[in-house]
């Protein structure tokens, strides 16, 4: 069999292409747009089942160089951290507090779910973890990022398999959120509240003063970045040695930039331009992904598809159960509880996005929900990521 072998540079331009690709796909494809697919899993997932059927028939044989992969991984968690300003925390007050308490308590009973099946399956109990909140509240980008981490360990497949998971939790969260809502808002004959929250004082909050993007911008953010990968790197490094747990760079480079954002905020420095670093995030996050998911070797599953598959099943279930008669009881039992619960389910199984567009659907049909739509994207953007990571390694 013929083995075409890429290098780095050859390697970056592919996940280029199926990145854009995705994206085409995205907008030409009503299913994939609905469900709010990523753009690099569609690419990389379509490469990955088009090598591995030519693996299989005995055609050619694709190898990458994925060394880029890591820095990618590394810039964009470290961008995660760099938006997480704690005057956002404050402007959610209360309620945000609580959805991101019910957030950890939903990734540790995710963590519970995958590890106890996975025994039951005769799994390796780490895989579990990786169809736990790794994937589910993690999405691709915890995934890619912790199965990097495991594999390194000895766990074979567990990119693989928590890739696959994330794509499957990724299409129940958007196929169950809006249920999931639509069910507590009628089954309660909920309403909106008249005294919505402030769109003025959501819109003020979320956004910071944005300068004009030029190129001494985007080197000011870059530096930033690399300073705080830099140091995250050596804190996960020096942790490890210390403690003996492994603390992965890129955790630490994202506590390092919660740090270095709010001392920056802090001291009112000028230096930082949330709308920059955001898109270097997202271009890294896509190649990142991109990568990721096109170097995965989707044979590996072939033992291991039911057992996943019913994990999945059962962390969907769960996840139906806690959103009805748990999140939605501490969140007030009103209708931005109901709206909230249908944006959990969304980025509790998938992304973000995911919750949005649950959301967005909910709301286009009974009314408003503005607490919703500030609490959910601050928490599903960064601070879950700091509750949901410590569990994990715990």
């Keep these: 069999m013929f083995t075409l072998q890429l ?28 469900f709010c697919i990523p753009a690099p899993v569609i690419g ?14 005995g055609v050619i044989e694709v190898t990458l160089d994925t060394t880029l992969q890591s820095l990618f991984m590394l810039a964009f968690f470290t961008t995660v951290g760099l938006g997480a300003s704690f005057a956002l925390v404050r402007k959610g007050g209360k309620l945000l507090v609580i959805y991101w308490l019910i957030c ?5 009973f995710q963590n519970t779910i995958g590890v106890a099946l996975a025994k039951v ?5 780490l895989l579990g973890i990786m169809v736990g909140a790794v ?8 995934a890619a990022a912790f199965g990097e981490t495991l594999e390194s360990l000895g766990i074979d497949s567990a990119v693989t398999v928590g890739l696959a998971a994330a794509t499957l939790g990724l299409i129940a969260g958007g196929l169950v959120g809006g249920p999931i809502s639509k069910h507590l808002i009628t089954k309660n004959k909920l309403r909106p509240s008249e005294n919505a929250f402030n769109l003025e004082g959501l819109e003020s909050a979320v956004h910071t003063d944005e300068k004009k993007l030029t190129a001494n911008v985007f080197i000011n953010q870059i530096f930033i970045i690399t300073l705080c990968m830099s140091l995250g790197t050596l804190l996960g490094k020096y942790f490890s040695e210390a403690t003996g747990f492994v ?7 994202m506590f390092v930039a919660i740090i270095v954002r709010n001392v920056m905020d802090k001291l009112k420095m000028k230096y930082f331009d949330l709308k920059s670093t955001n898109m270097i995030g997202d271009i890294s996050l896509g190649i990142f992904l991109s990568m990721a998911l096109m170097s995965i070797q989707l044979w590996q599953l072939a033992d291991m598809a039911l057992p996943l598959i019913l994990i999945i099943i059962a962390q969907v279930l769960f996840i139906i159960v806690f959103t009805i008669f748990v999140a939605f009881k501490l969140l007030g039992k ?9 944006g959990l389910a969304g980025h509790g199984l998938g992304a973000t996005p995911n919750a949005i567009a649950n959301m967005d659907a909910i709301t ?3 009314g408003p929900s503005p607490t919703a739509f500030l609490i959910i994207p601050i928490v599903g953007a960064f601070l879950v990521d700091a509750l949901y990571i410590p569990i994990i390694l715990g």
């Design 7 to 34: 290098g780095v540079v050859e390697t970056l331009c592919l996940a280029l292409a199926l990145l854009l690709f995705g994206s085409y796909l995205a907008r030409k494809i009503n299913f994939l747009g609905k």
């Design 44 to 57: 990389g997932f379509l490469f990955a089942i088009a090598a591995t059927a030519l693996r299989g028939f």
């Design 104 to 108: 950890g308590a939903l990734a540790f």
């Design 121 to 125: 399956f005769g799994l390796q109990p």
């Design 135 to 142: 994937s589910m509240e993690g999405g691709h980008g915890g």
């Design 247 to 253: 603390l992965p760079g890129y955790v630490g480079a």
């Design 334 to 342: 009103n209708f931005d509880a109901a709206v909230m619960a249908g």
């Design 364 to 366: 286009r049909k009974y």
